[in-house]
């Protein structure tokens, strides 16, 4: 009688464990399937969060940039003093965000960091005017 119910036991832990690897291959494949939908949206979003800082530290830039060249004759908008700004802008929002989020910096969450502000300022041109959108222009 034990062997009876063992037996039935076994095969019912048989099966399952087959429907579980079944349903996370299934789900895999379906993932691998809709992967390139998943990276192009991802791709969106990280533009939009481009944009949206490059508008940030232009508008900043753009602020400070009057005093700036009135005190010391140094114009934000060359591509040297511009990358620089927007490092610094980018730390210092960075470090203010993960202070009010509770999160301690680590190392890496710094580095990600300055390399978002440099990304902003070496690519300036290129956010501002995007090649690759562009409204009401003829497609070839």
């Not at 579980?20 to 691998?32: D, E, G, K, N, Y």
């Not at 791709?43 to 949206?52: I, S, Y």
């Not at 040297?80 to 989020?101: A, C, E, K, Y």
């Not at 580095?111 to 300036?124: C, E, Q, R, T």
Request: a positive charge; one cysteine or more.
């Amino acid at each position: 009688m034990f062997a009876f119910f063992s037996s039935i036991f076994s095969k019912i832990l048989v099966g399952t464990c087959l429907s579980a690897f079944s349903l996370v291959f299934i789900s895999l494949l379906l993932t691998m399937r809709n992967l390139p939908g998943s990276l192009r949206n991802g791709r969106g979003l990280l533009r939009r969060f481009m944009r949206f800082s490059y508008e940030l530290y232009a508008s900043l830039i753009g602020w400070a940039r009057v005093q700036v060249i009135q005190l010391t004759g140094v114009d934000l908008l060359r591509p040297f003093p511009r990358t620089l700004m927007t490092t610094f802008l980018s730390f210092w929002i960075g470090r203010g965000t993960l202070f009010l989020l509770g999160i301690s910096p680590k190392t890496w969450h710094v580095v990600l960091i300055i390399l978002h502000g440099l990304f902003i300022g070496l690519a300036w041109e290129k956010i501002a005017n995007p090649d690759d959108f562009q409204l009401g222009g003829k497609r070839q």
